[in-house]
């Protein structure tokens, strides 16, 4: 549903205002979706950039599941990003908090960039506010794709 980024701040993309996101979804759980994503993207650890990110992230997620359709939350992490690897802590522990103050019948995805560490994204994985965690390869070769996610149990 997103309609793009915004200019980078604080290390991020945020996305751009998404105007007619109550049209979108209507139209989307009239068609038969299942669900629908949202992409940002996170070149920096800044921590106030980040948490902007996953609030804005969860914020229209909660629009998408009121609609009665599953939000995708997708916080892209840069491959190429020097801090790839601090981006992903303060990314998780920001998941966490907000997969933690979702309701029990609250439910979404989280499509998330190929982690540094291995089975890093685990307490999303196993967290019961979370449907699946899809692996986005984020520019990675096929082959390096699929290294990468051989190491992470649970992400599909």
């Not at 892209?76 to 933690?100: G, M, R, T």
Request: aromatic share 4%; with cysteine.
């Amino acid at each position: 549903v997103d309609k793009g980024l915004a200019e980078e701040e604080k290390g991020v993309q945020l996305m751009k205002p998404i105007p007619t996101l109550g049209a979108l979804l209507k139209k989307g759980k009239d068609a038969g979706c299942f669900g629908t994503k949202m992409r940002s993207l996170i070149k920096l650890a800044d921590a106030d950039g980040i948490k902007a990110i996953v609030d804005q992230q969860f914020d229209i997620g909660k629009k998408i599941i009121q609609a009665g359709l599953v939000p995708i939350i997708e916080p892209e992490v840069d491959i190429k990003s020097p801090e790839k690897a601090q981006a992903e802590v303060i990314l998780k522990a920001n998941l966490l908090d907000q997969l933690s103050n979702l309701d029990p019948d609250q439910k979404v995805m989280l499509k998330l960039t190929l982690p540094s560490v291995d089975n890093f994204y685990k307490e999303c994985i196993e967290h019961p506010n979370c449907l699946r965690v899809v692996a986005l390869s984020g520019g990675y070769t096929r082959d390096e794709a699929n290294t990468y996610l051989s190491k992470n149990k649970g992400m599909v």
